[in-house]
């Protein structure tokens, strides 16, 4: 699964659908639209009254331009300016889904999802300024989340699922000696849940509230390392391993009908990021590398409206503020200059036919321009400086009943 920065708070990829790109993600839990619904609130299932499948692509593009303040080297290189370029560490990434919905009955539906829910990718030269901290930091996860729904009346909907889920991580940095790169390669596979709850309070208001689960991870693989004699290039590959905690998430979420054009959607989230606090690298049971993170909790609120312009087409607009889970550069990591973020989303909705719909969706994300004073121990010296930092995000979606 090919995933790109992160664009929710941390590393986590709100991106599971296009649909609601454009809405910039207000109301997930609660507008059950089509089967993606499924990440969002496997309960919406329950508002799919024929089989569909549904399928899409995000693009992000991001920036983080990198702006030196004064970084130094090792004290293996006698703590001098670091030297080096300046670089940008953003790149491109892509995020693909795909859901079906199968309903057994009127009152009961199953149905299954893949995705990729948390990812990051940052990328920079061999010679850039920060080398000793990271080169490369890239995790991809595939998520695959069997559902079932259930409606209890006309008012109650439930639903769960499980999730398989595999992580891979691939993190490089400059080592000692000069002119070597370190990298830490791994995978895991856990297993996580999660449920969902959806209240139709009136004829045009819904609401609706889910969980998803921790997603515990071992991760398994190896570190290749410069052996430790100057001017080598020779590198010692032995097993390594380390763990880290994806959060569970809580979504809370509104969906209101004003009238025959117009629907108004709302959304609140909680990310529970305090689960990572360290990341360390074992080899032989000993720590090699350690990534201080200290993260927080953050939470995340949207808003957004949808306008029926005809009866094949519907124009979307959203807003949204995400909180990052750090926010201090004593604390932030060159391979996630995270910050809050604002997002300005807008979309638009085709039905080109009876059972058929397209969604297309563009969101700008600003980004408080984050500043970064890492000390990063003795093998990797001090960051220092600040990123000007933009994310754009483009996303396709077809859904088909059948």
């Known amino acids: 699964m090919t995933t790109g920065r992160g664009q929710a708070a941390g590393f986590q990829l709100w991106e599971q659908s296009a649909s609601g790109l454009g809405n910039a993600y207000a109301g997930s839990a609660a507008v059950a639209e089509n089967a993606s619904t499924l990440f969002y609130n496997p309960a919406g299932m329950t ?62 539906v199953a149905g299954l999802g893949v995705g990729a829910p948390f990812g990051l990718k940052t990328l920079y030269g061999t010679d850039w300024i920060g080398r000793y901290h990271a080169t490369r930091f890239d995790v991809q996860t595939l998520n695959l989340n069997p559902s079932i729904a259930y409606r209890i009346d006309d008012h109650w909907s439930v639903g769960a699922g499980f999730s398989w889920q595999r992580m891979r991580v691939d993190y490089r940095r400059q080592a000692i000696p000069a002119g070597a790169q370190a990298q830490f390669l791994a995978y895991d596979q856990s297993w996580g849940w999660n449920v969902g709850v959806l209240y139709q309070w009136s004829p045009t208001l819904r609401l609706g509230a889910s969980y998803r689960s921790e997603v515990d991870h071992g991760l398994d693989g190896r570190l290749a390392a410069p052996l430790a004699y100057p001017d080598s290039n020779a590198l010692l590959a032995v097993p390594a391993r380390s763990r880290v905690t994806l959060p569970g998430t809580v979504i809370i979420s509104a969906a209101w009908q004003l009238n025959e054009c117009w629907e108004v959607l709302g959304d609140f989230s909680w990310t529970g990021w305090s689960k990572l606090q360290r990341s360390v690298i074992r080899a032989g049971g000993r720590p090699l590398d350690v990534l201080e993170l200290g993260w927080e909790d953050s939470y995340r609120v ?56 397209l969604d297309l969706g563009y969101t700008h994300v600003f980004l408080d321009d984050p500043s970064i004073h890492k000390d990063g121990g003795p093998g990797k010296g001090t960051i220092a400086g600040g990123y000007e930092a933009t994310v754009d995000i483009f996303g396709i979606q077809y859904s088909q009943e059948f």
């Open 47 to 108: 508002y799919l009254p024929v089989r569909q499948h549904s399928g899409g692509l995000n693009a992000i593009g991001a920036s983080f331009d990198f702006t030196d303040r004064s970084s130094t080297l090792p004290p293996a290189f006698g703590k001098g300016p670091a030297g080096g370029r300046a670089d940008d560490g953003g790149t491109w990434g892509f995020v693909p889904n795909l859901y079906v919905s199968w309903p057994f009955s009127r009152t009961l």
């Open 302 to 357: 949207a808003l957004g409206a949808n306008y029926r312009l005809a009866s094949a087409w519907t124009l979307r607009a959203g807003l949204a503020w995400d909180q990052a889970p750090v926010h201090d550069g004593a604390r932030r990591l060159v391979s996630l200059p995270d910050s809050d973020r604002y997002w300005l989303s807008v979309g638009t909705r085709w039905k080109p036919k009876a059972g058929a719909t």
